[in-house]
């Protein structure tokens, strides 16, 4: 179980136009990701949603409030006894091209982690192949095919399936996957979902999906949270389903009607919600963060930061003053 | 090969062209050099892209999607070269003849290329403002001052604040703004026939949904036939009237979007609608589809292009290339759908599949 209390992370701009100014890129985010489990960050690019998951995997510091690994706080730790707790958390990265190293066969990339592992858990040299093989296995790829080619000689979507046998080496907890559908081909995209929830299910591993495309969320598992981030703050969550069929969060709505419509399949949902473009970041930072793009603000909206609190349905939150449900995503069209 | 460059008078913003140009696309065959020998990146397409439509080409990667869309402006780079076949625009005739200055006068003029990434497209020394002038100067724009007015009218259309783009560089517009930079670019010089190359990808989901309503806008307004290439079948289900699907460097299913989404016919495209995550309907009847898409190297000689992942494979699939078959305003090339439709027929119960489910065909009733 990982949890996150009150994340927050700043970056201080060294150059250009923010040069010298902070740009927070969390504030203060909680979530929870139970052994097994899957939690989604959706949001649209400099949300935070990469930063948070390079938190989660131990690539990156945070500035307050607390990461808890199987009820164990890490900032009171050093670094290097951060590190075993870290490792029970593997990143999967968005580009399985450049994940992997060109210059080695699949074999030699599982290998090196997996001897490191037989040395420290005393296991005699055979394991390593045989365990090579029984990864690749449970990847769904066959091992004969693939073991002595190279990278550049896989497709895509083979590659990320080597990727994330090569982040089971080390027996995770949890897999932090950072838009690691977003380059691979439609046609093997479910693939690699139904991959993540099959990790899920047989090894228990829990699941930290990052994404800007909403509806690859609904494809990890019934029983997954999704969480909306805008601008370094949570606002909305609930399960999955809930969040993506009655969001009322009008950011959420926002991105769900920019989903695109599947014209002939789908017809748009009837109360779309378009905001206004995204304005300079720099201002803005009092009162709700959406407010100035929002169609439905108020005064209210620009004074005072609204906090997550939950509806009828307390599995539901939102972070808004006027939240209220919107026919926002597509219909199936009957033929 | 002389170009019609008349109506071209010295001010742009009054240039009138031919209306929207038709393309005719004919056993295109575009081979790439390679270790393995020439290898066909487009096997022998054939296309008709009716005036005034906006029509996508969707494949995924390796499809030839980009290679088709290099090849209408006859600018395909070595190692690849066009080995035979024409590309027949109205008024230009076949670009596949155009060479050197007939060839860049025809780009930019006749027919507007919006890159894929604006970002890389556009020269990070000079402001807009610059670099619309130097489009002027190069294709003889006598009147630089109504190219300018015309291109801060374009952009004010796309809601932005032309003035200030115009003086800007291209640091200091974001992802959304370079993008419609990059649409004004493709007709400032008054070109009817728009090619956009993967014109949303990297841009975030609001800014897509709003480039793509302005796509849609523009091409109705201006009077344009638009082609859009994307490996996204939702960024082309939002904007298209028709749909070219590729695979394996052929269009395998051509068609309105409507009826290619909502009824398709090759199993490839059936397949693949299948695979698409999306909001809509129950995610456990999602199925990716089995195999992977073939690489130039891996292409099978012969036969259908598909077959290996086929699931209605039949022997005659391995031997014979599927001819593009068309009904009424449908194209597809598969033996299967043939097959079926030829009993359909004798069965007298009218064309099978291709016009059996909805009969809708104007988007107009759905939105």
């Given amino acids: ?335 | 090969m002389t170009i019609d460059l008349k109506g071209y008078g010295d001010d742009a913003s009054t240039a009138t062209l031919a209306r929207a140009p038709g393309v005719r696309v004919r056993d295109l065959t575009v081979v790439y050099r390679t270790p393995l020998g020439e290898l066909p990146a487009l096997g022998g397409v054939s296309l008709t892209i009716e005036p005034g439509t906006i029509t996508g080409i969707v494949g995924e990667s390796g499809s030839g999607k980009s290679t088709l869309a290099l090849s209408l402006l006859n600018a395909v780079q070595p190692p690849g070269r066009i080995a035979s076949g024409s590309v027949e625009i109205d008024g230009l005739g076949d670009v596949v003849g155009l060479a050197g200055e007939e060839l860049r006068r025809a780009r930019g003029r006749h027919l507007g290329y919006v890159f894929q990434a604006a970002q890389n497209s556009l020269n990070p020394l000079k402001t807009v403002g610059k670099q619309v002038l130097d489009l002027g100067r190069s294709h003889g724009v006598a009147d630089p001052r109504a190219l300018l007015r015309e291109a801060r009218a374009l952009l004010e259309r796309m809601g932005l604040d032309g003035g200030r783009v115009l003086d800007s560089h291209q640091h200091q517009l974001s992802g959304g703004m370079r993008q419609r930079v990059g649409i004004m670019l493709a007709l400032v010089l008054n070109a009817h026939l728009v090619i956009l190359d993967e014109p949303t990808t990297a841009l975030d989901m609001i800014t897509q949904s709003t480039i793509l309503r302005i796509v849609r806008e523009v091409h109705q307004e201006r009077g344009l036939t638009t082609l859009m290439v994307t490996h996204d079948i939702g960024v082309a289900a939002e904007v298209t009237d028709h749909l070219a699907v590729m695979y394996g460097g052929r269009v395998v299913e051509h068609g309105p979007t409507m009826r290619v989404l909502g009824a398709p016919s090759h199993p490839y495209t059936q397949g693949l609608i299948r695979a698409i995550p999306r909001l809509s309907g129950d995610p456990s009847e999602a199925r990716a589809l089995p195999g992977r898409p073939p690489t130039l190297g891996t292409l099978p000689v012969g036969g259908c292009v598909f077959r290996e992942r086929c699931p209605e494979r039949m022997a005659v699939c391995e031997t014979v290339d599927p001819p593009r078959v068309t009904h009424g305003e449908r194209t597809v090339a598969c033996h299967a759908v043939e097959q079926a439709h030829d009993r359909a027929e004798t069965a007298g119960y009218g064309p099978h599949r291709l016009d059996t489910a909805n009969h809708r065909t104007g988007r107009e009733e759905l939105t």
């Fill in chain 1, 1 to 335: 179980m990982i949890t996150g209390t009150g994340v927050t992370k700043t970056y201080r701009q060294r150059g250009g136009m923010l040069a010298g100014r902070d740009v927070p890129a969390l504030r203060g985010i909680d979530f929870a990701v139970p052994r097994g489990g899957a939690v989604s960050f959706i949001g649209e690019s400099g949300c935070g949603k990469t930063t948070l998951g390079r938190i989660v995997a131990g690539l990156e510091t945070y500035d307050s409030g607390e990461i808890v690994i199987d009820g164990t706080p890490m900032s009171p730790l050093s670094p290097k006894r951060r590190q075993p707790f870290f490792r029970r958390i593997q990143l999967i990265h968005q580009d399985p091209y450049s994940a992997l190293n060109p210059t080695r066969t699949i074999q030699q990339t599982l290998t090196a982690p997996l001897e490191l592992r037989a040395r420290h858990t005393k296991r005699p040299g055979s394991w390593v192949d045989d365990r090579a093989e029984e990864l690749l296995s449970l990847v769904g790829i066959d091992p004969g095919y693939v073991l002595g080619r190279y990278p550049h000689q896989l497709s895509g979507g083979m590659r990320q399936r080597v990727v994330i046998a090569r982040a089971l080496t080390v027996d995770p907890e949890m897999l932090v996957a950072d838009e690691s559908v977003s380059m691979i081909d439609v046609s093997m995209r479910l693939s690699i979902l139904a991959l993540l929830r099959d990790l899920r299910e047989r090894l228990d591993i829990g699941l930290l999906f990052i994404t800007h495309d909403i509806a690859t969320a609904r494809y990890i598992g019934d029983d997954s949270e999704l969480y909306v981030l805008y601008r370094g703050q949570v606002v909305e969550r609930g399960p999955t389903e809930t969040v993506i069929s009655a969001p009322v969060h009008p950011y959420t709505q926002s991105l769900l009607s920019a989903t695109p419509v599947l014209h002939g399949l789908e017809r748009p949902g009837e109360e779309r919600v378009v905001p206004t473009e995204a304005l300079d970041e720099r201002q803005g930072d009092s009162g709700c963060l959406f407010a100035r793009r929002c169609p439905f603000r108020t005064d209210r909206c620009d004074g005072e930061r609204p906090s997550l609190v939950h509806g009828l349905d307390v599995s539901h939150e939102h972070a808004c003053y006027h939240p209220r449900p919107r026919g926002v995503i597509p219909v199936e069209a009957v033929a």
